[in-house]
């Protein structure tokens, strides 16, 4: 795919989730040649620049949505196809680093422009789902399969289209800052500015904002909605998919309620966050106080993303994890569990429509969660009318989101 070949080429080896399952990067083979030299990046102010870094026609959009978004998430989905193509530019921005005394540190993005006549069209902020390769992310899309169906199905049809790639992953040079929730609000609200400011340097205009999320970026799509409600920033409406929107939910279940289709990866939350939360939060010793000894130093490598054998990492939580996590009244009251509990995005009354998709086969995010934002805003008074939870059937954690993206289009359509 053209992608493929005018990103920077890297080695596009097929990952091993570190913990489990595969991450592939679909259209993209050995035998593509080499990337033309990407042009220099254009500054817009001190702090904000962007760069061209890929184009996809609309032959190679719509390969995305009939062949590779199938073949990757596992499920045949019918796609409004593409009506033009998109010039991809890679985006860096300054930001900072709120747990940290508000810390200067650089992150990066994408930014989908359209090839259309218009100037002033809809916007889109993408928050991706959780990675394991450090450039799996929305700036470097020909890593990231959800990125590719998002501007095959928004880019490739009208819409402005960004995307935060987080602290950490991207050209971050900072630990990654997984679920660590201000430091994710603080990077989205960041690159949605910093998008906009490229977006009218090029002489463009957004004429209203939609945010939506998968995943781990589900989580940060509504920790994104609540800073951007708290300044007044207006949004049209927000859409996410399986999103652990209470992170202490999600791993009380995983520990003391396991399903019988529990993921076997879902050991990455507990390394990742444990890891991050040490890092961000200033915790000394709180991801050796999680994971066992024996197991320690593979964990802290596959967070660092420096070399491991994700099959030397267990999948059974009770082999990584110290034993005392399983009580639940000394998980709620350890250091990690306490950071754990902060981490949630529904406590608040949703301003905004707000609709969470879920699956009931889903390998990650039992239907409870799921539904929790829209129980928590009906749980007040007559009920907020703001949030629905909408299922895509008896699908899997990819399943989910590759059925509720056309979903999304079809309601932001109908809000333009």
Known sequence: ??????????????????????????????????????????????????????????????????????????????????????????????????????????????????????????????????VYGKEQVPSFADQSPETQLMIAQFAGQGYLLIGADYFGLGTSAEPEGYMVKASHQQATQDMLSAGRAGIAHLGLADDGLYLGGWSQGGFVTLAMLERLEQSGTSVKATATASAPIDVFAALNGFLSYPRANDADWVNSLFILSAFSFENYYGVPGLARSLIKDEHYELARKAYAREPVDPTKIPTDLHELLNAEYFDARFFAASAYGRLVAGTEVYRWLYATPVRTYYGEADEAIATGLGRLAMTYQQAMGAGNPNVEAVTTGPTSHRGTFASAVPQWKIWFDSLN
């Open 1 to 130: 795919m053209q992608l493929a070949r005018l990103l920077p080429r890297r080695a596009i080896a097929v990952l091993a989730l570190l913990f489990g399952g595969a991450v592939a990067s679909p259209g993209v083979s050995a035998d593509q040649p080499a990337a033309a030299p990407l042009e220099p990046p254009v500054e817009v102010s001190s702090t904000v620049s962007y760069q061209l870094v890929g184009r996809l026609d609309v032959d190679a959009l719509n390969t995305i949505l009939s062949v590779d978004t199938p073949k990757f998430f596992g499920i045949k989905v019918a796609y409004t196809p593409a009506t033009n193509a998109v010039r991809l530019y890679r985006v860096t921005y300054g930001s900072v680093i709120p747990e940290q005394g508000n810390r200067p540190t650089v992150a990066s993005g994408l930014l989908a422009v359209p090839e259309v006549e218009a100037t002033r069209l809809p916007l889109v902020s993408y928050q991706h789902g959780t």
